[in-house]
């Protein structure tokens, strides 16, 4: 019951973020994207794992800790001092017992936080506030097993979050953060306290006046109001993308070559075909522009060629690269689109329950007469973002996409 509260509250703030009334020229915000913010925080993390939380009989003399972590939040201001945030904290890289009884074995405990929370802001000076902060995390902790024998066990639960900070108001845009975030310890769970010192900015969406909207939206830029579009995907093209993407590609002596900005996933699908719809919500004057989506994506898997429907919702921001006489080339980014997925566990893999999340990136050009029509290549990606213990999550290969604007 908790996974589906959690995930119903994810999948109303994604509504909520395309559900406002709209303005004509799309050149000014939604008035829920007026009063929103994101938040980019980097810091040390410390959790006091030991020997206490193996079974009996296992132990190791050293630990391999990596304290860089990261918190990532989405806000959004409910008065001028109080806030709604959503987001995540996780480790750079994994907590590590090295040589467990000292015969070789190394295994790592996966820990991943998504929260949401309340912040109230305390005004000290002109431009300088205190913080706190109080809310409950979704705690996923990924254990261990030697030899299939279960030696630090998973774990998910809920947990209180709570934290405090200061911050300095640069300009009505820019917010410079100084944070402290804590979970208690569990017992039951066998989970030590998690603690977070961090350094960060906030983002502050900035509402255009009536002019600069009117002129930006009389310009000779092209962003279209609507888009369909029509996928196919083959594994016969293979996962080259999805694995550049997701720095795994292997090239000669490199076994992890690529850019870390997408995941790839355990489960691979044969074949998938999407029908997507896209309406603009929001755009620049000229660079970027905010969609919502809708998707339904058929997939069938690699290995155990089991048939699979996906139905999604999700925002999509979109990079405007090059603007051309006859086309304009782009490149797309999607995520955590709330996604209900029709099979669990697929090809015997722990790829997650049926809730989950689709993540896509692709580059495009629209081209013809009034740029009515699309071509895109694209990769996607499902996976629960390690809200649950399942994650091990599915690869589509890359997507040949045909669109007409309207």
Do not use: C
Request: proline share 2%.
């Amino acid at each position: 019951m908790k996974k589906n509260i959690l995930l119903f509250l994810v999948f109303l703030i994604s509504l909520q973020l395309f559900s406002q009334k709209e303005n004509e020229s799309k050149t000014k915000l939604t008035n829920f994207l007026s009063k929103s913010y994101y938040s980019i925080n980097f810091g040390g993390v410390f959790y006091p794992f030991s020997n206490d939380n193996l079974i009996d009989g296992y132990k190791t003399e050293t630990f391999s800790r990596n304290w860089f972590s990261g918190r990532l939040l989405l806000g959004h201001k409910l008065t001028d001092d109080v806030s709604l945030q959503f987001g995540t904290l996780r480790p750079a890289s994994w907590f590590k017992y090295d040589n467990v009884n000292n015969i070789g074995y190394e295994r790592s405990v996966w820990i991943n936080a998504w929260s949401l929370s309340l912040k109230k802001d305390f005004k000290l000076h002109k431009n300088t506030s205190f913080y706190a902060e109080a809310g409950i995390a979704n705690v996923t902790r990924f254990g261990f097993s030697i030899n299939d024998k279960e030696i630090y066990e998973d774990a998910h639960y809920a947990s209180l979050l709570y934290g405090f900070g200061l911050q300095h108001k640069l300009s009505e845009k820019w917010r410079l953060s100084l944070n402290g975030t804590f979970l208690p310890k569990s017992t039951k769970q066998n989970q030590p306290s998690i603690s977070q010192v961090s350094l960060g900015f906030e983002y502050h969406l900035q509402q255009l006046d009536d002019k600069k909207a009117t002129e930006f939206a009389n310009n000779k830029y092209f962003f279209p109001d609507n888009i369909l579009q029509v996928s196919y995907g083959t594994s016969a093209i293979g996962f080259g993308m999805n694995r550049f993407f997701g720095m795994s590609l292997k090239v000669g002596s490199f076994e992890s070559f690529g850019i870390p900005v997408f995941w790839v996933g355990a489960v691979k699908a044969n074949h998938a075909i999407s029908v997507t719809y896209q309406r603009l919500v929001f755009r620049t004057e000229k660079i970027f522009s905010l969609d919502w989506g809708t998707s339904v994506t058929y997939f069938q898997s690699e290995f155990g060629k089991e048939n699979v429907f996906a139905f999604s919702v999700f925002p999509v921001m979109r990079f405007y690269l090059l603007r051309k006489k006859d086309f304009d080339f782009y490149t797309n980014y999607s995520l955590i689109g709330p996604t209900y997925i029709t099979k669990s566990d697929i090809d015997g893999i722990e790829s997650g329950p049926k809730i989950t999340y689709q993540d896509t990136m692709g580059f495009g050009v629209f081209f013809g007469k009034e740029r009515k029509y699309n071509f895109e290549l694209r990769i996607m990606h499902y996976s629960n973002g390690n809200i649950f213990t399942r994650n091990a999550g599915v690869a589509v290969p890359l997507q040949l996409t045909l669109g007409k604007t309207f």
